[in-house]
């Protein structure tokens, strides 16, 4: 049982205690168990299985919580977990995992108008009975049917880092089986695409059924969905689907390349293929003469590419967007890397809705590393984060000051700041505090209900002020939850490059904003990107490599990203 299902399971009974009106002090320690479990740096499995050591050894883990982790892992199930999933209708769940409902509304739904499922919850909706019920209005009905719609598509499509946390786990639970000789993931998955459909397993063994009957032992598998020679699906207990292959050794380019997409990408290169008398399909390449096929290549990719006299493309450029094009007059980009940046640009302490101090979002930084930051705390307007004043920024940029003369130049940290961008148009901090910033990052967060030509022309009030550097997320979308919102994306471009400033590709695995399209356009436009963590804790900062793939299939090599400059070298073009 892996760490992050122990803590499913916790933030479950949270809900369902919640739902039932229990003592919310309940509800709060399932709720911290819960975080504390899936921040842990390591598998409470495996400290359970160490003799030398225990589990409330781990910072935050008391007995009580050590006791239920335990029986967690040794018998798979919670008692109180049971007797709630028995006392409230399961479709009760859906409806709390609505965008903008929770366990509070869903039982006030439950109770005033016996809304159990999310059918009756859109018909509740659309006859405007919900409307009726306190702490609800029509908006909330709106929002609501949306988000009904939106949790329909969403689950079917989980974020990549989900997927990649399933994909390391099931592959590391395969590789133990001795007969498999080569293993890869293919599909959307390895194609870096922000949201992943199902996993695609390819395998080479001798002995398919020894793979598959390891696949049927898999610990977070829910059920088989089929089973065949050398193919079986099955679905795991947070519903991704996993499709496993397995294939002879001849022919394990082939199927990489095949199953590894895109579909569209696909039928170009078959298309190609045919144009040279050739056939490509899962199982190799072939010469067509007549009647008869002589198999040329399969055992690599690079073999399967090179009978088209084609580079071994990079699964993220596999979109048939223009990577043919780029082969063809040899410019396939040599794309960024994760290795390339030195600096991040987009992070928040304690001073506001961060979890580790400044001093620790330094060290963090040190030691993954890279040679500075911006901090960017948000500003005033944010509330509810307790965003900072002019007076407590300032403080915190001199805590900064003292803490570089500390550094030496070792590690350089920058005075930043996330202003917001005020509905009325505007920055949320007088100017003469945003001109002693070295970056200032420049957001919407509210108002984000406004007209397309309103929120477009807050945007470009701040590309056009002298202070502002960065507009960060710039469409605003969390994936499956909110949409973006409305904004010509063109003047966007326009702006920022007439005005020298930059947009963010924000890495955090929900956001992802700038999106690949969207980067893509940005470079056409000569603007430089910055990929920023928005860490938001000390493991925030290794969002990186999210931002970075997402880069990749914008086709961004290292010099279209800023923050792989050294700060000397930032620092010029910001002056530019
Ligand atoms: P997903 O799972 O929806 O995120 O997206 P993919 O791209 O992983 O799609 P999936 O799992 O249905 O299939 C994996 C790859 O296999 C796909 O990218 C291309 C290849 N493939 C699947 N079905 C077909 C097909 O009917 N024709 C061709 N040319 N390729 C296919
Ligand atoms: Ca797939
Ligand atoms: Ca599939
Ligand atoms: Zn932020």
Same mark, same amino acid.
């Given at each position: ?23 919310? %002090? ?11 479990? #899936? ?37 798979? =199930? ?19 995992? =609505? ?7 869903? @039982? ?44 329909? &598509? ?8 989900? @997927? ?42 001798? $002995? ?37 292959? =397995? ?76 990577? %043919?094009?780029?082969?063809? @007059? ?7 890397? =994760? ?15 961060? #979890? ?43 805590? !900064? ?50 007209? #397309? ?27 499956? #939850? ?5 904004? $010509? ?12 400033? %930059? ?6 695995? &929900? ?10 356009? @940005? ?7 910055? !990929? ?5 804790? !000390? ?38």
């Amino acid at each position: 049982m892996t760490n992050s299902r122990i803590a499913d399971i916790f933030d479950e009974i949270a809900d369902l205690l919640e739902f039932q009106g229990s003592n919310p %002090f309940r509800v709060r320690a399932y709720r911290h168990g819960a975080r504390i479990i #899936r921040d842990l740096h390591e598998p409470v499995t495996a400290v359970l299985a160490d003799e030398s050591r225990k589990l409330t050894d781990l910072e935050g883990i008391g007995k009580d919580l050590a006791d239920k982790i335990r029986t967690l892992v040794e018998t798979g =199930v919670l008692a109180q977990h049971q007797e709630l999933l028995a006392q409230v209708p399961a479709t009760v769940l859906d409806i709390m995992r =609505v965008p903008g409902l929770g366990p509070k509304k869903a @039982a006030s739904l439950y109770k005033e108008l016996n809304i159990a499922t999310l059918d009756q919850l859109k018909a509740a909706c659309e006859a405007e009975q919900v409307r009726q019920l306190k702490g609800f209005g029509a908006k909330t009905e709106q929002t609501i049917l949306h988000g009904i719609s939106i949790a329909a &598509a969403a689950n079917e499509r989980v974020y990549w880092s989900e @997927a990649d946390a399933v994909a390391q786990d099931v592959k590391e639970h395969l590789r133990s089986c001795r007969s498999v000789e080569q293993l890869e993931l293919a599909g959307s998955f390895r194609r870096g695409k922000e949201t992943v459909g199902d996993l695609d397993v390819l395998v080479v063994s001798p $002995d398919a059924a020894e793979v598959m009957n390891r696949l049927a032992e898999y610990s977070e598998l829910a059920e088989v969905i089929a089973r065949g020679d050398t193919k079986m699906s099955i679905r795991t207990n947070k519903g991704l689907q996993i499709d496993l292959r =397995v294939v002879p050794a001849e022919s394990f380019g082939a199927a990489l390349q095949y199953f590894t997409g895109s579909k569209d990408h696909n039928v170009v290169a078959r298309g190609l293929a045919k144009q040279r008398g050739l056939k490509i399909n899962e199982y190799g390449v072939y010469r067509v003469d007549g009647d008869s096929e002589e198999y040329i290549a399969g055992a690599s990719e690079e073999d399967v590419y090179a009978t088209l006299d084609l580079p071994c493309f990079p699964p993220e450029l596999r979109e048939s967007r223009r990577e %043919f094009e780029w082969a063809a @007059a040899g410019e396939l980009p040599e794309l960024i890397s =994760v290795d390339d940046i030195r600096g991040d640009l987009h992070m928040h302490t304690t001073a506001t809705d961060g #979890r580790a101090t400044l001093e620790e979002m330094v060290a963090a930084a040190r030691q993954r590393g890279l040679s500075y930051i911006a901090i960017t705390d948000h500003s005033k307007r944010v509330s509810m984060a307790r965003g900072l004043d002019a007076q407590r920024v300032l403080a915190q940029w001199e805590e !900064i000051d003292t803490l570089n003369a500390r550094l030496k130049g070792k590690f350089i940290v920058l005075k930043g700041i996330e202003c917001d961008i005020l509905e009325a148009g505007g920055m949320d901090l007088p100017d003469d505090v945003l001109a002693q910033a070295d970056w200032v990052l420049a957001s919407v967060h509210y108002g984000q209900q406004q007209s #397309r030509d309103q929120i477009t022309k807050r945007i470009l009030g701040a590309i056009e002020h002298p202070a502002v550097t960065a507009i960060a997320h710039p469409t605003g979308r969390i994936i499956n #939850r909110r949409e973006a919102y409305e904004v $010509d994306i063109a003047a966007v471009f326009s702006a920022a490059a007439k005005h020298g400033k %930059f947009l963010e590709l924000n890495a955090n695995p &929900a956001r992802l904003d700038l999106h690949d399209v969207h980067c893509a356009a @940005a470079k056409s436009h000569g603007i430089p990107i910055v !990929i920023n963590t928005d860490a938001h804790s !000390i493991d925030g900062l290794d969002c990186m490599r999210y931002g970075i793939l997402q880069a990749r299939r914008a086709g961004l090599t290292k010099n279209d990203v800023a923050n792989t400059r050294t700060w000397p070298q930032l620092k010029k073009l910001i002056a530019q």
